[in-house]
């Protein structure tokens, strides 16, 4: 890989020395969008902080700053994570949870330890996944996190389905395995949850608020749904 830095410099008006920059020359065999992505990568602030801290990926910040401004990840909390691969989720709810709590994560791919958590490869949505959880928990968990995301396809409301068809069926795990007063936090793409999906959160849930992370790229549309306070499972026959 061919790099080169922008160097510093003034605009006409006298404005500030311009950030250096890493730009990505073209490679024969590499598409236009790898080439794209990579340049972003590579300057992307998130990512190189995430190096630098340890975190497997950038989006651990996303659950950062969500928990720094609704406070969910409690201490000595039981915390599932789903499609936790590659683990950054799961290392910001050990951290922020403390040494007394219980992290268990789940994703179809192999994670690699991360101590202190319970790392489970197979599907959330397999018939014995409740009662295999809530066994690796020590008992219902008191917040659910997912932050699974489809495969883009480039087609807006093709990719908008996609995640929602994950999302609900992660609503429907968490209103399976919550604790009464438990915490669900799911991604969706803006224009946010269907009318439906909302509905059933705002019955089963106390507080349903939705938001947009800092580290969440701006040209990004995923946001995120928060949802606290879990009413418990008679709640859905009301």
């Known amino acids: 890989m061919s790099t080169k830095s922008g160097g510093k410099g003034r605009s006409e008006k006298g404005g500030a020395d311009r950030a250096l920059r890493t730009r990505v020359k073209s490679a024969r065999g590499r598409k236009v969008s790898s080439t794209r992505w990579l340049e972003r990568q590579l300057n992307d602030p998130y990512v190189q902080k995430a190096k630098r ?33 590659p683990g950054g989720w799961t290392q910001v709810a050990l951290e922020r949870a403390g040494k007394d709590a219980r992290v268990v994560g789940i994703d ?51 990719d908008h389905l996609r995640i929602m068809v994950l999302l609900e069926a992660a609503v429907d795990f968490a209103a399976e395995v919550l604790a009464p007063g438990g915490a669900f936090v799911g991604k969706v793409l803006q224009g946010g949850t269907e009318n439906q999906l909302l509905a059933a959160l705002k019955r089963q ?27 418990g499972r008679e709640s859905d026959q009301e």
């Open 205 to 231: 849930f106390k507080v349903v608020k939705h938001a947009k992370p800092p580290a969440s790229r701006s040209d990004s549309a995923e946001i995120y749904v928060v949802a606290m306070g879990f009413r």
């Open 108 to 158: 179809l791919l192999e994670i690699e330890a991360i101590v202190g958590a319970d790392l489970l490869q197979g599907d959330f949505l397999d018939d014995d996944a409740p009662e295999r959880l809530r066994h690796h928990l020590d008992g219902p968990a008191d917040v659910v996190l997912t932050d699974m995301a489809a495969s883009a396809t480039g087609h807006t409301q093709t």
């Open 53 to 85: 801290m340890g975190y497997r990926s950038r989006a651990a910040f996303k659950l950062i700053e969500l928990d720094d401004k609704f406070h969910f990840l409690t201490k000595g909390a039981k915390i599932l994570d789903l499609g936790a691969a």
